[in-house]
């Protein structure tokens, strides 16, 4: 079964500086992976995909991640984050057949700006 | 168009009791999920539809949980009877199509319970 690791439950980082947000994965095929964000006492945002191709995916709100498939890892990164990016970033994994996939999420990295 | 509405926002409940959570998806959206977020278990799928009807129901965690989605604009979770370990947030999603790699997911802001 498919799996998502997502290491660091909470990071702090200054506004303005970079940020790279950790994920891995565990699936026997070709993982369709994404990155959802939640805000405090919202439901969760869809940030970005990564189905097929270029290994680097754009996103929205600056966020991009890269899909490594010899580390099995699909990290975000934002080169310089503002107070607006505080909330909490998970990674997830969808398998299955297609038309019945199931999104695997990991348990969330919280994210905390500091000015 | 509104987004996925759920209701209510909060649920304090005691032991024993039924609870009945509830979700609009969407207009013209053909998938619903239910998910249950905890700290400890992180989300979970619990159960989607596609066009109305239970497509993979593997996640409910138990009998006592029952879902149905008796037309495209209305769903319902329903706990009974309730237990203190289910206090969760449980969050409805919906999407255009069936399966989720081609389509984006939409969440609503979720259910927080509390049984006491």
């Known amino acids: 079964a498919q799996s998502v690791t997502q290491p660091d439950i909470h990071i702090t980082v200054s506004e303005g500086a970079s940020l790279e947000l950790r994920c891995n994965y565990s699936?026997?095929?070709?993982?369709?992976l994404f990155w959802y964000v939640q805000s405090p006492g919202q439901g969760l945002q869809l940030l970005l995909k990564y189905f097929s191709g270029d290994t680097l995916v754009q996103g929205i709100k600056g966020f991009e991640a890269e899909f490594k498939r010899s580390q099995s890892s699909f990290n975000l990164r934002k080169p310089s984050v503002h107070w607006s990016d505080a909330a909490e970033y998970f990674c997830?994994?969808?398998?299955?057949?297609?038309?019945?996939?199931?999104?695997?999420f990991g348990t969330g990295t919280r994210l905390t700006i500091i000015p | 168009d509104a987004g996925v509405i759920q209701s209510p926002r909060h649920e304090v409940t005691e032991m024993g009791q039924e609870v009945t959570l509830r979700c609009k998806p969407i207009s013209g959206h053909n998938s619903l999920f239910w998910y249950r977020q905890t700290m400890m278990r992180g989300l979970e799928l619990l159960i989607y539809f596609n066009n109305n009807v239970p497509i993979d129901d593997s996640g409910m965690p138990e009998d006592r949980f029952s879902a149905k989605m008796p037309n495209a604009s209305f769903s319902t979770l329903k706990i009974q009877p309730s237990e203190p370990r289910d206090s969760a947030v449980y969050f409805c999603?919906?999407?255009?199509?069936?399966?989720?790699?081609?389509?984006?997911?939409?969440f609503g802001s979720g259910t927080q319970l509390s049984v006491l």
């Open positions: 999603a919906s999407s255009l199509g069936r399966g989720i790699t081609n389509e984006k997911l939409f």
């Open positions: 699936y026997g095929a070709t993982p369709y």
């Open positions: 997830a994994v969808a398998a299955g057949s297609f038309g019945n996939e199931k999104l695997t």
